[in-house]
């Protein structure tokens, strides 16, 4: 049944693909979006797009007081885990108060059900494989504030009776994606490296692992849970299974675009050296969704649409707060 939907991030990499999904349900959208790391040609037809942050109090409540949403995805945010650490105040203006900013008004306009992205950043370090049962540990920023919007929903439904879906998608990647961002999306920065003629660029020895993600096993996840009652109120791990490392994948990427890989190793960085989540329980609500496309073939769309698209010259963050212990190839960047 058609419904009023807000999507944040929409013009963003995971948000324009889950407004795709909500067109083809049928619903009404209404995309939200302030382009700071997505672009309004990325938002797709049928949306009506509102350019605007989600930490604009006054403009929230009137997108809701206008368009009497039934339901709320919220999926903007600045997602650089390891950047987190050097920008707190900008991580929890946006990522955290503007959440608020959300929940409140689906409060007050009575939202059936409000989807909101967190991420496996919640769980922080030796707890393998991630599972929704553990108590989450987050040890940056980033996670924090997306714990703490988990708890705030939770809370918001037992005040107020608003219902929620949590999804932690880990390591998304795809077409959309903002290959310009020099701080997030290791594939997209690879991707980009490559266009360039210039080496991939490694943290430290490239052996911590990730289960990277294709888009088209997250979005439509993602897309159909407001349809689905039994999964309100509860929190999903949503993505790959198989973890690789980040070498590995330095010589996936270099086989989709077809050169050989070439790489250079900066020095580490303070980082979470292994993450995979366990499924089992995406897979009990959501299995007739998820497709496990493999890595080989997520990457070889994702770079035959990198190639059409062209590299892009990313900047850099230009309201670092903190400088102290802040990687050598980072400080660089601001330097320069």
């Known amino acids: 049944m058609s419904s009023q939907v807000l999507v944040t991030g929409a013009a963003g990499f995971i948000g324009s693909h889950v407004c795709v999904h909500l067109l083809r349900q049928g619903h009404q959208v209404v995309g939200l979006d302030d382009l700071s790391g997505g672009f309004r040609d990325q938002v797709p037809d049928g949306v009506k797009f509102v350019e605007g942050s989600v930490t604009d109090a006054a403009l929230v409540q009137r997108l809701f007081a206008e368009h009497r949403f ?26 955290l108060l503007g959440s608020v900013n959300l929940i409140n008004a689906a409060v007050n306009h009575n939202v059936k059900c409000f989807v909101f992205a967190s991420s496996i950043a919640v769980y922080g370090r030796n707890q393998l494989p991630m599972a929704e049962e553990l108590v989450p540990q987050p040890e940056d920023p980033y996670g924090i504030a997306k714990y703490a919007v988990e708890l705030d929903l939770r809370e918001a439904h037992e005040m107020f009776g608003l219902n929620h879906v949590i999804f932690r998608p880990h390591n998304v990647y795809g077409e959309n994606q903002n290959l310009g961002d020099r701080y997030r999306n290791v594939i997209g920065i690879f991707m980009n490296q490559i266009m360039q003629g210039r080496p991939m660029t490694i943290f430290g020895d490239g052996q911590q692992t990730r289960a990277f993600s294709y888009i088209d096993d997250v979005a439509p996840v993602m897309a159909a849970s407001i349809a689905r009652p039994a999964c309100y109120n509860q ?32 020095d580490a960085r303070n ?12 897979r009990k609500y959501f299995g007739d969704l998820i497709r496990n496309v493999s ?9 035959a649409w990198a190639k059409r698209t062209g590299a892009r010259q990313g900047k850099p963050f230009a309201g670092v707060e903190v400088r102290k212990n802040m990687p050598p190839s980072w400080a660089a960047l601001l330097e320069g």
């Open 70 to 95: 039934d339901h709320v995805f919220h999926l903007a945010a600045y997602a650089a885990e390891g950047l987190s650490h050097f920008i707190k105040h900008f991580n929890y203006t946006n990522n």
């Open 235 to 266: 929190v999903f791990n949503v993505g790959a299974d198989q973890a690789y490392s980040v070498a590995e994948l330095a010589r996936v990427v270099a086989r989709a675009m077809g050169v050989e890989p070439k790489t250079r190793h900066l």
């Open 271 to 282: 980082e979470v050296v292994h993450a995979y989540s366990a499924h089992e329980k995406v």
């Open 295 to 303: 890595l080989e073939e997520g990457v070889a769309r994702m770079a």
